[in-house]
C-alpha cells in the first residue's frame, strides 16, 4: 500500500500559475503509476494527467493540454502538477492517486487507482 499527501492548493488569479505536490510513502514509489484528478462542486471526477513509472510518458486532458505538466522524481517520492494559465473553470479539489497495475491504455478512470490522497484546493478567480 501507499499513502498520498498533497500540497500546493490555493487561491491564484485567473491567468496565474500555481504548482501541486503529491508525496508518497513507501519503498516502492517507482511501482506506481500516477495520476492527478480534480472535481469541481457538483460535477463528476475527472482525468487531469498521469504519468508512467520512470517519468517517460506523460497524459493530459485536452482542456488542461499545453497549460499544465506532471512530473514525478521518484527519489523524493514525489509527483507534481505544474499549473500556469489558470481559469476559473480549474477551480476544484485535486487528488493525486496511484497504482501499481496500470498497463495499457489503463489511466483516464479514476477507478483504474487504487490509492488516492485527500485531496487540495485550487480556487481561481476573474
Known amino acids: 500500500q501507499v499513502q498520498l499527501v498533497e500540497s500546493g492548493g490555493g487561491l491564484v488569479q485567473a491567468g496565474g500559475s500555481l504548482r501541486l505536490s503529491c508525496v508518497a510513502s513507501?519503498?516502492?514509489?517507482?511501482?506506481?503509476?500516477m495520476g492527478w484528478f480534480r472535481q469541481a462542486p457538483g460535477k463528476e471526477r475527472e482525468f487531469v494527467a498521469a504519468?508512467?513509472?520512470?517519468?517517460?510518458?506523460?497524459y493530459y486532458a485536452d482542456s488542461v493540454k499545453d497549460r499544465f505538466t506532471i512530473s514525478r522524481d521518484n527519489a523524493k517520492n514525489t509527483v507534481n502538477l505544474q499549473m500556469s494559465n489558470l481559469k476559473p473553470e480549474d477551480t476544484a479539489i485535486y487528488y493525486c492517486?496511484?497504482?501499481?497495475?496500470?498497463?495499457?491504455?489503463?489511466?483516464?478512470?479514476?477507478?483504474?487507482?487504487?490509492?488516492w490522497g485527500q485531496g487540495t484546493q485550487v480556487t481561481v478567480s476573474s
Open positions: 513507501g519503498r516502492t514509489f517507482s511501482d506506481y503509476y
Open positions: 492517486a496511484a497504482d501499481d497495475k496500470l498497463s495499457g491504455t489503463k489511466r483516464y478512470r479514476s477507478s483504474e487507482y487504487a490509492y
Open positions: 504519468i508512467q513509472r520512470i517519468g517517460i510518458g506523460t
